[in-house]
């Protein structure tokens, strides 16, 4: 009964704000095909090597396992280049304590691969929808200690892996970075509430067959908009190792994670609707007044201010953050279409803006994002 709720609410929802719903399907199954290599790795990994696998891929792994994810190597180079080194190695120590305390048994503990995938969901349909509410939310001029809690809740209920916990509190960096320090200080450190009681799922063949046919077909498009482009080879060695577990657990039956896997695949075939831009703050941090730049963007003019804007993916579609560049001059004409800019960066107050000295008009591109 529960598992056809979910079905007709999904249903209703796609009915009622279909754009929406495309993009919540869409954010939702980025972060599950992100997350699938590192779940397939552990899987295999225990087989062959035991309980102690899953304590070596919450180091190597980009954290998607259980426990606390900040230990994950890969997502504290990410940290260190976002937020400086000393952050980095405050958040891999704080995870690793915590792991002594409330991680030990998670490693003794064998699931399957659809068992992960099945509890990351709540996680993952939470990252989507705070993706889209970023843009609308009032956070300037909110108290700073309201904004490092609602940050450190974020990063306790919405990370599904190291990597998503990181992308958040850079997205919210430009905005509230108060929100940001609170993301970082429990995201990835602080156990996520969703993982706390998994359930052994059952294998189901169709389950594996579905997710390594999503797979090779997110791979086949070089992550087609899901996901970063350097997971196409983890996602290819993961829909192999898929097919040779649709046949070694063909007897197996699973319903729930049958539903799941048919849903993921699809939003991979439907695809993912381009973002809906909005004027931001400047976000090229590592700009500097008098550095000459050539950008390429979406038109955004709101209150007589124009700027240029893209999405940046760190990890997956969950993770996009706006990469806005502010401009001299005002684009009410040319709101929403893509132009390419050339020009100086100078100082305005507080922030950068791009002194104009051409600007033309180009195509949408194929690919919307561009890749940390």
Not at 226 to 239: D, F, K
């Amino acid at each position: 009964m529960r598992l056809w709720s979910a079905v007709l609410l999904a249903i209703a929802a796609a009915a009622i704000a279909p754009q929406t719903a495309m993009t919540v399907c869409a954010v939702t199954a980025s972060v599950l095909l992100e997350s699938l290599p590192y779940l397939t790795l552990a899987a295999v990994l225990s087989i062959l090597a035991g309980r102690h696998a899953r304590v070596l891929v919450a180091y190597a792994g980009c954290g998607c396992t259980e426990g606390p994810s900040a230990r994950s190597i890969p997502a504290a180079i990410a940290t260190a280049a976002m937020f400086g080194a000393p952050a980095a190695l405050a958040r891999v120590t704080a995870a690793i304590l915590v792991s002594r305390f409330v991680g030990r048994h998670d490693h003794d503990r064998r699931t399957s691969v659809l068992g992960e995938l099945v509890a990351l969901v709540p996680a993952a349909v939470l990252s989507a929808a705070i993706m889209l509410l970023l843009p609308s939310l009032p956070l300037r001029g909110l108290p700073t200690p309201f904004l490092i809690v609602c940050g450190a809740l974020l990063g306790v209920v919405s990370s599904p892996c190291a990597f998503g916990g990181v992308a958040l509190a850079a997205a919210l960096h430009a905005s509230a970075p108060w929100c940001a320090a609170g993301v970082l200080c429990t995201g990835g450190i602080v156990p996520s509430l969703w993982r706390r009681h998994i359930h052994e799922v059952p294998h189901d063949p169709w389950a594996y067959g579905a997710l390594g046919l999503a797979c090779a077909l997110v791979a086949a498009r070089h992550g087609g908009t899901l996901v970063h482009p350097r997971m196409t080879i983890p996602l290819t060695l993961t829909a192999i190792v898929f097919l040779v577990f649709a046949w070694r657990f063909r007897a197996h039956r699973a319903r729930a994670a049958r539903w799941l896997a048919f849903a993921a695949l699809a939003a991979t075939i439907i695809g993912a609707p381009a973002p809906t831009y909005h004027v931001t703050e400047t976000t090229l941090a590592d700009g500097f007044a008098g550095e000459r730049v050539d950008f390429t963007g979406v038109a955004v003019s709101e209150r007589g201010h124009s700027a240029l804007v893209r999405y940046a993916i760190t990890c997956c579609r969950a993770d996009a953050a706006p990469v806005a560049l502010a401009l001299d001059r005002n684009l009410t004409n040319a709101n929403g279409h893509w132009l390419r800019a050339h020009g100086m960066l100078e100082r305005d107050g507080m922030q950068l803006q791009l002194h104009v000295d051409v600007l033309t008009p180009i195509a949408p591109p194929a690919d919307p994002f561009i890749y940390r």
